[in-house]
């Protein structure tokens, strides 16, 4: 198992976030332990969440069924398993999410992953807290490539554990397959502030898909997180110029030849090479310096 202790650097004065720059370095080192893993990008961090954090988290897992709450029942493709909306859930609750979805555990993860701009879902499509029952189970599977809600590639799977006294003969473990579906990699056991990360490719194959065999009343628990990325397509499709200003019909002329030319510059940087524009800028710059120089003296 591609295992390690590691905790988030959190603030420790009261209010809930990272700095941004520890954050990413804490990540990064064990970047090159994340990305040569085999069979797949990912690895295990035992500890992740500060005490506090942690408690938070085990604090204000809604035990009693919310409106939004999504309930599986179909064998293979997940058994007696409930996903939990964050923001059907308490404040508390919804400020722990807002946290794993805040810019510094972003670069928490780039530094880890090497994966630059990530973005996570404000949405929660298929994540939250998720919650097992007795005899329930989930097959091993790919997971869905695309969010078809915005338009984003999944890069990212983040899970953290919420199970307490956890014991190995209920069964439950993650099972990390080889990309070939031909033999169990290895088995991640769903221990107390156990986090899993892993890269969501076409063969990232896992799952527990053996029925949990929990006593009565106990269940498996977790968080469960997805990170994207967007497609540099977009620049074939949008122009990727910056702010367009506009002047007033009752501004000035000198107000309407200013946005003007912010206009123009961002149609030469949109149309022409870059070093061509450049020089032209340069060019005209140094031309209306001189000119300004000249009606002044």
């Known amino acids: ?3 390690f ?7 420790n004065d009261g209010v809930l976030g990272m700095d941004p720059v520890e954050a990413r370095a804490t990540g990064a080192m064990l970047a090159q332990e994340y990305q040569s893993a085999q069979p797949f990008p990912h690895i295990v961090l035992d500890g992740l969440l500060p005490q506090a954090l942690l408690q938070q988290a085990l604090d204000n897992f809604p035990a009693e069924p919310l409106k939004s709450d999504r309930v599986f029942d179909i064998d293979y493709g997940g058994h007696h398993k409930r996903q939990i909306l964050p923001y059907d859930c308490n404040q508390d609750a919804q400020a722990l999410f807002a946290f794993l979805n805040s810019s510094p555990v972003l670069q928490f993860l780039e530094g880890l992953t090497g994966i630059e701009g990530l973005i996570p879902d404000p949405y929660f499509e298929g994540g939250g807290f998720h919650e097992i029952s007795h005899g329930g189970l989930l097959g091993v599977h790919a997971d869905f490539r695309i969010n078809n809600k915005l338009h984003l590639e999944r890069r990212l799977n983040l899970l953290i554990y919420l199970n307490p006294g956890w014991q190995e003969e209920w069964g439950g473990a993650l099972e990390i397959w080889d990309r070939k579906m031909t033999a169990c990699h290895s088995k991640v056991f769903p221990l107390l502030n156990r986090c899993v990360v892993f890269s969501t490719d076409a063969d990232s194959f896992h799952g527990h898909p053996d029925p949990l065999a929990t006593p009565e009343g106990v269940k498996r628990r977790s968080i469960a997180l997805y990170y994207y990325t967007s497609s ?3 620049y074939k499709e949008v122009p990727s110029h ?3 200003y506009y002047a007033r019909p009752e501004d000035s002329s000198s107000t309407h030849a ?3 030319r912010f206009r123009s510059d961002e149609y030469l940087r949109d149309w022409m090479p ?11 710059d140094k031309l209306q310096s001189i000119f300004s120089t000249d009606r002044s003296s």
């Open 1 to 3: 198992m591609n295992r």
């Open 274 to 284: 870059p070093k061509l524009a450049r020089l032209i800028f340069r060019v005209r």
């Open 232 to 234: 540099r397509n977009i």
């Open 258 to 260: 200013l946005a003007r």
């Open 242 to 244: 910056s702010t367009m």
């Open 5 to 11: 202790d590691l905790t988030l650097p959190v603030n």
